[in-house]
């Protein structure tokens, strides 16, 4: 692949320049202020309840929507910044695609709930938005490295479309609640962005890259996003629960689940790995995997204890994959998820799912049965979206420079005859040559 | 200029104390708690209706304090770490600043709205008191690297006393509404530190300094300070609405032209940028510019796409900024503006200026007439700070330990005959010797 | 001490589990969620009242609590990550600890308040969960770099049982008044950590450790942890104050005190240390002192100038104790303290208890008496805490490795004939051999 296709100095401009300006046609014609007054229906099975409650301070959700905000922003761009040398794309690339997907996810999701042929914008409805964001930045983290930025602005138009399409089947047509989105959000997420990672399948990453592992520093920024993406969590699942109750049932549940995750994370990962050490890939991810599990029925009276051990087993299973399974995804499967996306949001979100609807096993039934015809297509369509990004035009960066900031960004040189902290710029910048 | 010059073991320690217990006695003077009484005005034109409603809880604008306060403290504090040795100065004199600031500012906002003598705090007042922090902050931004912990208390002194008022002229007599600040705060700290940099003009800097870039990391670290600007500048432009419908418009506002305006900042970026690459200064900087731009017009009705054109716009102008006009204003006018906020703050709140008043036409000719006579006095005051700045015994470093902690801080030395992570400590140290 | 002593692979995972399994089954006997109903009392003395004002929305403190959490995973985790080496245990361990820590002490404090035999949850509880966390993170501080993570979790598990009881004691049977907790979180902490500093004293360590000191960008993820402290302080002295004018004073005089205690802590800084520099170590704590030192009488009618007296002395105090006193306790007292505790803590917490009892003489003397016989038995307790945890079973770090991530974590290795930012790992890794 000759150096040059990886210059983005007209793709992506144009690229960029012209969603945003379609979005900000569709936005002149769609969307307005939310004036309080609702005739259809939210996004959201318990939505048109909760608008009518907060109608008369609509700012009552702003705390709530600010944490998934950072969650969204610091938690997931800081979270990939663990790798040595891609840190400038994990935080800056995660900025650039959730500020397109909130807003085109906030038109998808809102095209099927028109009001007086309006979409209102509310807080509730940017939390909606911020939700179809996090689909993206997971499936981000599976791709990670590899990926041009015009190839991510390609996968988040598709993506957030054909979620927006999921969530409004799952929600209006098969009935079921997932308000802390465990399934529609984290597993959607996750095997969307392993589909798309099996597409762009790379034979000569098969044993590692050089760049592929993180520094010292590169690990303590990455905890920047762990630690914001574990406090925030609970107001994640509870954002769009039925104020009151429910509410607090919610917050009480992921905070415990999380609680009990970190003990059972640390405890596997220094039993599975050398000399009993900690795995920081497991404390950054798997600490979080109770998050996750416990999304489905966060708001189910399964008691404080129901959601730790939830949390507890999410910690067990999270850590063990990430020690045994992804080495086996890439190896036999040809799936490269950089981030280990499978084990926090996969595993960990159809674990969720399983929890949540063993309290109504008929239903259930019934569900994963017309469930599974949508997840084929789902699964259908993120492959497509990788064979799009697979076109050889989008700019996809040769083996040689995967995970290397230097190739879309400028990276600071080194200062001649000096050793200075950014020393391996040298590396960083050879495969241009 | 002679090394001991730059010793503020007594200057520094006898300034700030000074300074602090002078505050201490007039806050002892005239604060006292709010007792949710008001007899006067507020701050802004629409303080007392506001304050009215809120009356019962005093703590319901406390969420929004709190994103507006992060901004100040981490957001501002680290978006200036990217300086490669200068990260101590940036969040460390971030935080004295500011902390002094605050306390200035209330005072200063305050005697102008005395209610039975006195000033009473209320969470709405402490905003206000971060508002004018701000300004301080952004004129830091202009002078970062050049100045001395002593200098910079000075300024912070005289900018927060002018602001002060400023700010109540613009309000109270040319009676305009500025609820998000382009103007009053985001211009008016620009141009406060870019007079300030006029003054303080070095001319053996005309061809840069070795210091002047970043790192890696220190890149990292700066986009902590962007991002936590990003998430919560909705907060910033709406705190200080109406509550109810205008607040939640001013939070869509911004929250909008944040999102467009990420785009066409990283469009232009990798269009104007070597081989197509981006640059991690726009990326820090103009991504921020749509808050500034829409803050005059966040509470008004245009829209949210009209407020995405605002921000699409302001990331454009604030991107070319960086590229093309910081280089002429160095060279050509002698404005060393180290951050480059005439980019951040002084153009975008310009931009957001026009936007607001375009509304209001008749209106704004006259305001323009008379708001452009206190420009010129801001102008000419903001010269004078930077004059008496200039003043010969205020330990301003010499040129070569310019954009170096080293100077002013205790900086952790390299092991003997090993490399550490501080390895470079040899070049901080040396223009001491 | 030889080197398989160390490895954590059973002890830690067992430990880590048994602790996990044995408080979820504590969970399902004792904790159920809130159902707004309230029969007992709260865990302190304005509970009650609290609650039943709240009853209405449960979610009212929950902003709050989330600036407390915040304070808790980033501000403890990382103000201690300004060791060069120790930055995977201080965010790392800090996150371990205290999701054990908020688990156990909501059963520790719930179990002296059972309502109809049982622990109701609510965001109030959550928070007290939170303050008793803090106790541990404290006495973390004092021993950071010297214990293992079996050590630690057992000083947890001891630690938040004796604040149970102690609490209990304070609020119950003296009824003292200690809304902001000086004296039963921060002196509590301090002096407990210093005892098992005390337990564990390392001869060896007299003259210093190499790795015992910062490197430059250490210096700078510490200030995220002291910038966040210093921002949510207010919350922290305000959470559990009664709603309304009480609460809004609380806030009021922490965020005076604490912009006091900036202005006074960078001008002792400047004036004790060489050349009039400003020392990080003094900046990153001594700053914070004001928060402390306000706490008791954080929502007494001090006012505004009160609280900035207090938040001065403690600036000065702090700055002062760790220049002159640290040294002093480990040479001649022989207690190493890591992160200078007692001098964030410790002095600035009984500054605090004396401030807060100035109102009230007689009663004080009173409560002084009975408290000392308690202080005296915290003090025992504290001992026998550190007399446990030198059992030499635990798989504390030989001398050597002191201050050393890679002694209980993975740590990247720097790459072959090339030198990387994680370069220094010969020397982390050297005493494994």
Redesign the interface.
């Known amino acids: 692949m000759p150096a040059y296709s990886t210059?983005?100095?007209?793709?992506?401009?144009i690229l960029?320049?012209t969603?945003?300006i379609i979005?900000?046609?569709l936005?002149?014609v769609f969307?307005?202020?939310?004036?309080?007054k609702h005739g259809g229906h939210g996004a959201h099975n318990n939505a048109t309840h909760h608008e009518e409650k907060t109608e008369q301070?609509?700012?009552t959700l702003?705390?709530?929507f600010?944490?998934v905000?950072?969650m969204i922003?610091?938690g997931f761009?800081?979270l990939m910044?663990f790798l040595?040398?891609y840190?400038?794309s994990s935080?800056?690339l995660n900025?650039?695609l959730a500020?397109?997907a909130?807003?085109w996810g906030l038109l998808v999701q809102g095209l099927w709930h028109l009001d007086e042929g309006k979409i209102k914008?509310?807080?509730f409805k940017?939390i909606n938005a911020d939700f179809s964001t996090a689909t993206v930045l997971i499936s981000f983290g599976a791709v990670l490295g590899k990926t041009s930025?015009v190839q991510l602005l390609i996968m988040t138009l598709l993506e957030i479309t054909i979620f927006g399409i999921n969530e409004h089947l799952v929600a209006e047509v098969l009935k079921a609640n997932d308000v802390g989105a465990s399934m529609i959000i984290h597993a959607f997420g996750a095997y969307f962005g392993l589909a798309v990672a099996r597409m762009l399948y790379r034979p000569a990453l098969r044993n590692g890259h050089?760049n592929d592992?993180?520094?010292?520093?590169?690990?303590?920024?990455a905890?920047?996003g762990?630690?914001?993406l574990?406090?925030?969590w609970p107001?994640f699942n509870s954002a769009i629960a039925e104020?009151?109750?429910d509410?607090?049932?919610a917050?009480?549940n992921t905070?415990?689940s999380?609680?009990?995750c970190?003990?059972?994370a640390?405890?596997?990962s220094?039993?599975v790995?050398?000399?009993?050490?900690?795995?920081?890939v497991h404390?950054q991810n798997a600490?979080l995997a109770g998050g996750v599990a416990v999304g489905t029925c966060a708001d189910m009276?399964i008691?404080?204890?129901g959601a730790?051990?939830i949390g507890?087993v999410a910690g067990i299973v999270s850590t063990l994959g990430f020690k045994f399974l992804t080495p086996i995804l890439a190896s036999n499967l040809g799936i490269q998820d950089t981030c280990g996306v499978h084990n926090l949001h996969g595993m960990p979100g159809i674990l969720g799912g399983i929890a949540g609807s063993s309290n109504n096993t008929v239903h259930t039934v019934h569900l994963y049965k017309r469930g599974n015809v949508l997840n084929n297509t789902v699964i259908d369509l993120s492959l497509c979206t990788g064979l799009i990004m697979k076109l050889p035009f989008w700019g996809q960066p040769p083996d040689q420079n995967c995970f290397d900031d230097s190739i879309?960004?400028?990276?600071?040189e080194e200062?001649e005859g000096?050793?200075?902290?950014?020393?391996?710029?040298h590396?960083m910048n050879k495969a241009e040559a």
Not at 7 to 13: A, E, G, I, Q, Y
Not at 273 to 280: A, I, Q, V
Not at 408 to 412: G, I, N, S
């Open positions: 210059n983005m100095r007209l793709k992506f401009p960029a320049l969603l945003e979005t900000i046609i936005f002149a969307v307005v202020y939310d004036d309080g301070n609509p700012l702003y705390p709530m600010q944490d905000h950072v922003f610091i761009g800081f910044t040595k040398r840190g400038f935080v800056g900025l650039l500020a397109f909130l807003q914008v509310s807080i940017m930025p050089e592992g993180s520094v010292y520093h590169s690990d303590l920024f905890m920047i762990t630690v914001f574990w406090m925030f107001s104020p009151g109750a509410q607090l049932m917050v009480t905070y415990f999380l609680a009990a970190v003990l059972s640390y405890a596997v220094s039993l790995e050398h000399k009993g050490k900690l795995d920081m404390i600490t009276d008691g404080p204890f730790m051990i507890f879309y960004w400028e990276v600071p200062e000096e050793e200075s902290l950014a020393h391996g710029d590396s």
